[in-house]
Structures are given as C-alpha cells and as structure tokens.
C-alpha cells in the first residue's frame, strides 16, 4: 500500500503537469469563466425578479442561483478538461518512446495506472478546489446548506475520477494522443447528451401511456444514471423534484465504469510492451 | 547470465524468432548481429519482459522471464533502440525519478545518482533540461540510468544509432569499462566494425534462427581463416620477398610502394607466421607486419550474403 501513496510516477508527473504553460493559465480561465457565470447570474435573477415580476428578491434565491449556476458550469467545464489531462497520458509515453523505460523498471503497471490517474485527478481537484470561494459565496445570500456542498463536490469529484480512468482506458488502448482524446471526448459525449435525448424519448413515451402519472419511474430514468450532471439535480430545492432523483444509482453506476476502466486499462498497460 | 533454449515467437503477419538459443556467460560482451528483421530486437525485448515469447526457455540471471520479471527486471539494465527521454526535466530530476522506479533506498540512492552523473560526465549539469542534451549526451545519461541499480546484465539495441563518432568511440569505451567491471552485456548494432573492437563473441542471427557463431577476430593472427591479409613494411630486396612468396602457393600480391607490400595468403594465422619466418630468414628486415583473418564485415557477408533485409 505504501508503495502506491508514495509513487515515483505522482511525483513526476505532477512536476511534468505544472511545468507546463497550461497549469497556471487553465485555473486563471477557469475562475473568469466561473466569476462570469456568477455575475451574469447575480444580475439575471435581482434584475428578472425585479423588473418582470416586481417582487422583492430574496436573498435565498440568489444563493441558490449562484450555487447551482456554479456547480453545473465546473462540472461541465472540468468534463471538457478531464479527457485533456488523462487520455493523454499513457500515449505521451509512447509517443516519446519512454515507456519501454517505465516498463523495464521495477515499476508495476498498477503503479503506473495509479501515478498516472492521481496526476490527473489532482489538478482537476485543484480546479475544483480554487473555485470553492465561488462556490462558497452563496452562503452569504442563504438558501444552501453545507450538505449541498458536499454533495455537490463528492458527486463531481467521483464522476471525474470516472472520467479520468475512462480517459486513462483510452490512452491505453490506442497509440497516439489524438486518437485517445477523440474517444474519450465521444464517451463523454455519449454520457452527457446521448443519455439525455435517450430519457426525453423514454419520457415522452411514458408520458403518452401513462397520461397524469407523477414522475417518471426509475426504469425511465435509467439512462441518465450514466449522466454526470444527473446526481446534481438533487441539489434544485423542490423537494417533489428531489423525490424523483435517484443519485445514489448514478454514483454506484460511475463508481462501476471507473473502476472496470482501470481494471481494463491496468491489463492493457501490462501488455503495452507489444505495441512498443 | 543468459540462457535461450529454442525460444519461438511470432506475431500475426510473421515470425519473429523460430527456434533462437543463445548462453551468455558472466563475463562475455556479445554482439547480436543480422540483418534487418532478423529477430534482433524482439529477442532483447523477450529479453527485457516486454514481449511474451510463444514457446522455449529464457532465463535471465537464473530467473525466468515469464514467471519471474520482476526478478529479471532488477537484474538487467535495458536501452532500446530509440530511448525516449523526458524533455521537461532537469538531468538530476531524471535521474532521482528511474532511482526511485528501481526503489533504491538512501543512502543508496544518492550515492547511485551521485556515480551515474559523474559517469555520464553531467555532474555539473545536474540543473540543466534533459532537452538542451545532444544526443551523445543523452545516450550517456541513458546509459547512467540504466546502471542506476547495478544490473548485473546489459541488454542495448542498436546503442550507436545516430552518434557521432566521437560519442561512438566515448560508448565503447564506457562499454569495455562496464564489461572490465564485470557487466555482462548484449548489444545488437549494424555498425560491425563497432562489434568487432569490443565484442567477445559474436552472435549471427537471420529468420529468428542462429546462423553462424565464430570467435571474434582477434586484433592480429587471431582466429582460423580462409584468408590472410598481410600487411608489411620492410627493408631489402623486393626481388628476395618475391621469391619468398612463390613459396606458398596462391599467395597474391594486392598493392606494391616502395618499402610496403599488401598481400594475402590463402589458409590461417599459421600460414602468416611460416611466411614471416621465411622473410627474416631470407634477410628482409621487417619493420612492420600485420596479418588479420576476415573481419566482421567479411564473415557477414559469409553469412548472409544472399540474404536482403
């Protein structure tokens, strides 16, 4: 177990990772693009509120607001990182030609998955974690509670952990970068739209046959247990909503496919040194 | 240190080797030689545990590779033909990352980082980018950090690719040192004249088959040959040196200066020594003799001389 917690590889490619011109500018865009959200979404619901309902705004509902705009944003934007950062992994070493190195040492490919994935993860976690001001900033305004928070974090960090060994899969399986990102990016893809348009077509045809019905049952809801913002619903605070979310399915479901991805990818890296 | 029983293996479009055998012993330095597609480098990779073979035994330091590749990882040091290398770290950096990878402990690990900067002459450079390295120096940091944790066994695929000759004469000196240390090595080159100044022995492979084995050449009336080539400086009569060599039929004379005379003679080494023998006696003064049986090349080209890569 020690062997895994001080890994060479997390050392390496953490000193790799932040080397590059991408580890300071990345965070930088990343807090715009969230601070934006956050004022675009303070103004849009003080001036909605005020203007076309002419009711006092309370200060719940922008913390709310803000919470949710802010969770959904980092999680979209960090699926959009997290193939970035971990496809690419294993085929860098090919393409440099240094993997026949990592192999030869006393390295096993189980410590070579793991320093690769905790690497990744990392600086998706470091995102994660400078945003938590923003993040914290509706507390202020009311309306979200801790639990929220965790909730909020613990769901996304398990999906990108998910998405990282996904990406690690990929980086495994083909010979070059671009090829890995590409499937990566598909998967995520499927994950987020296909499951998506799969349930609105399930939705309606349950609709249809069951005119009146509440909510739809869990079966119906089945193919976005495999979508990453889905666990996030949990968080809109109507509780006639919430009773028809299932998170605790789709973070068994990612919990799943991270762990066969690793599985898969740590059989693949074994075999890596045919296609050397 | 190396024992290959009729290992097999192939890959779907071809055969990589078919029936391979090889024993290196602890103190040999063996070139692996043949033309390209021989088998070369799928042997090193087996070798190294990257490849699984399909059939036969290898062992590598008493362990096999497919059971035991651990065992065997730790007992060699492995250099691929093309050795990538890690562009966005400091020399030192590079170093203390294989040191930990091979789980050497302190005060080992220092120590073995200490001695592989020095014998790679990058001490003082230790803060420099591994992308500011030529590749002579990158081979050499190559080399010092596959000796990181004393392998008692060297595997090198192709090492001499694309160095300059310098760098080439600076890595056959590191290897004689390495083997005068006690390391056995493998190396796999296409450049024969290499092989044959550092090589113990000499190892033909063609089709994933052993071709040909022979001693390799000894630097002057060493191994038996068909053909000995002389090469003489003398003071006398050419007339009387003439006459000499009408003695030992086939004898052909390739160039002719004054005071000089190259000349070959059919048979072996002995056949040289019985024509320096008539010379002194005839009265030739002898300045400078030198007689060599085929080298490398000539003995390539004996054995895969209808063979294209």
């Known amino acids: 177990m020690r062997r895994y917690v001080t890994n060479p590889m997390i050392i390496k490619e953490l000193r790799q990772r932040l080397r590059e011109r991408r580890s300071w500018l990345l965070p930088t865009l990343y807090l715009l693009v969230l601070s934006g959200i956050v004022v675009c979404v303070y103004y849009f619901t003080t001036d909605t509120d005020r203007h076309l309902r002419g009711v006092e705004v309370q200060g719940a509902d922008i913390g709310q607001a803000i919470f949710l705009a802010v969770v959904l944003t980092q999680i979209i934007v960090l699926l959009l990182m997290g193939p970035v950062f971990s496809s690419g992994a294993i085929t860098i070493e090919r393409e440099q030609r240094t993997l026949a190195g990592l192999l030869t040492s006393l390295l096993t490919a189980p410590q070579i998955w793991w320093g690769k994935f905790v690497a990744s993860l990392l600086y998706l976690l470091l995102l994660l974690a400078s945003a938590i001001p923003l993040l914290a900033l509706p507390f202020a305004f009311g309306g979200v509670e801790p639990l929220d928070l965790v909730k909020a974090l613990g769901s996304t960090i398990l999906t990108l952990a998910s998405i990282c060994a996904i990406g690690l899969w990929c980086s495994a399986i083909f010979r070059r970068s671009v090829h890995a990102t590409a499937s990566c990016y598909a998967i995520v893809l499927v994950l987020t739209i296909v499951t998506a348009v799969s349930f609105g077509m399930l939705y309606s045809h349950w609709q249809e046959s069951h005119p009146g019905a509440q909510g739809p049952p869990a079966h119906i809801q089945a193919p976005l247990f495999l979508n990453p913002l889905y666990p996030l619903l949990t968080l809109i605070d109507e509780n006639e909503f919430r009773s028809y979310v299932y998170p605790s399915s789709s973070w068994l479901m990612f919990a799943g496919i991270g762990c066969l991805a690793a599985a898969l990818a740590m059989r693949r890296l074994q075999r890596s040194g045919e296609q050397l | ?309």
């Open chain 2, 1 to 309: 240190m190396i024992e290959i029983d009729a290992l097999h293996k192939s890959f779907r479009k071809s055969r990589g080797l078919d029936g391979f055998s090889l024993h290196l012993e602890n103190n040999e330095l063996v070139g692996l030689v043949g033309p390209n597609g021989a088998g070369k480098t799928t042997l090193i990779k087996i070798l190294a545990t990257l490849l699984p073979a399909d059939s036969g035994s290898v062992r590598v330091s008493g362990h096999d590779v497919s059971t035991a590749p651990a065992a065997v990882r730790a007992a060699l040091g492995y250099l691929p033909d093309v050795a990538g290398i890690y562009q966005d770290m400091r020399i030192g950096e590079f170093l203390e990352f294989f040191a930990d990878a091979f789980r050497l402990k302190e005060p080992r690990r220092t120590a073995a980082i200490e001695k592989a900067l020095e014998r790679a002459g990058l001490a003082e450079r230790r803060q420099d980018f591994v992308e500011h390295l030529s590749l002579g120096w990158r081979q050499r940091l190559h080399l010092s950090k596959i000796l990181l944790h004393e392998p008692k066994l060297l595997l090198l695929d192709e090492p001499a690719t694309g160095l300059d000759p310098l760098a080439r004469i600076q890595l056959r000196e590191q290897l004689r040192r390495l083997h005068a240390e006690g390391v056995a090595i493998l190396i796999s080159s296409h450049i024969l004249s290499d092989l044959e100044d550092i090589c113990t022995r000499i190892v033909f492979i063609a089709e994933g088959k052993n071709v040909h084995e022979a001693q390799a050449p000894a630097p002057v009336l060493g191994a038996p040959a068909a053909i000995v080539r002389c090469e003489l400086e003398f003071e006398g009569s050419a007339e009387v040196l003439d006459r000499v060599l009408t003695d030992f039929p086939g004898a052909r004379v390739l160039e002719r200066n004054d005071g000089f005379l190259l000349f070959e003679l059919p048979g072996a080494s002995r056949d040289a020594s019985a024509c320096l023998g008539k010379l002194l006696a005839a009265g030739i003064t002898i300045l400078h003799f030198d007689a060599r049986g085929p080298g490398l090349e000539e003995r390539y080209r004996r054995a895969f001389g209808d063979r294209t890569s």
